[in-house]
Each structure stands twice: as C-alpha cells, then as structure tokens.
C-alpha cells in the first residue's frame, strides 16, 4: 500500500492537487473516494477529469441523482459515481460497475463507494478528505500495488 498526505486551502487548490493526483492513477483502476458531504470529493474530480482531458471542470456535475456520469478522454475513460442514495448491494449489482470497470484505460471514481463491500473489493486504492478549519482539507491518497 502506498501513501500519500496533501493538505488544501482553498477550491482552485484542491482542483490544481487533483490535476497532479491525475497522474498518479495509473488506469484500469477503481478508487474509492470516501469522506463526509462537502468534503471536497466531486471537487476533486473536476481536477481530475480537467487534468485527464477527460471534461471541462463546469462539465463534471455531481453524479448524485443519475449514479453515473461518463466522462471519454484523450487516454483515459472516466467513470465518476455518487453511491450516496443507493443502499443494496443488489443495487450495486445492476449498475455494471464491472464493465465500467473493465476497459484498459478505465479511471472509475466512486464517491461513496466505501459503504459497499463489493465495491471496496474492487478498488484498487482510495481518497480519503476531510475538513479542516474553514477551507482547508487534508487528502490521503492510498494505492495498492
Ligand atoms: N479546499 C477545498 N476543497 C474543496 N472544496 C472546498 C474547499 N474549501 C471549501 N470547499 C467547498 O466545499 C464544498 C465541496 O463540495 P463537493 O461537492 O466537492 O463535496 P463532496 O465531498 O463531493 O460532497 P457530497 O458527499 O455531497 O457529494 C464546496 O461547496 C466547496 O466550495
Ligand atoms: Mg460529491
């Protein structure tokens, strides 16, 4: 397991670590990103996607009514879920994470994935944020390998 600590102070920060956290995910891989409502996940998955080529920071959308957003890059696919309104595993089962998950340049980002056994299984690392005082957030960055 590799580990990494980074500490944010602002939104344009976390959207610029996100960009430099792209280049640390190393595609097919599933990450979990866990941490409470308005920690910063989505955020970070506009730097991400933005850094990947993958969509524009105004194009990445929280996925939390439509599950999924898809998002086709240069070089990676980018897959983006919020699992926050699901509560089955039945209902992770239809979503086809697999095939999501299942392409050689796949980059699956799932918010709130850490509340479903299935999904951790899958994962090949995770994000964890937390607040800080006002606008600040610490990230652990941890991948198997
Ligand atoms: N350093 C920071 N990094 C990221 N977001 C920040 C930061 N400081 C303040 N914010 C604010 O925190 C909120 C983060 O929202 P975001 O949607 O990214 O959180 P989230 O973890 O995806 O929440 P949810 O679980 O509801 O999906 C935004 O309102 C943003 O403006
Ligand atoms: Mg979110």
Redesign the pocket.
Known sequence: MREKRFK????????ELGGKIAGMLRPPLLVV?R????????????GIAEALGAATEDEVT?P?FTIVHEYVGTAVRLFHL?L?RLETEEQIAVLGLDEMAGYENSLVLV??GERFESVVKMAGGEIY?EHGE????GLILRLKE
């Open positions: 944010t102070r602002s939104v344009e920060e976390t959207l990103l941490g409470e409502v308005g920690a910063g996940k989505t955020t970070l998955v506009k929280s939390t919020d926050y918010e709130w944020m006002g606008d600040e957030r």
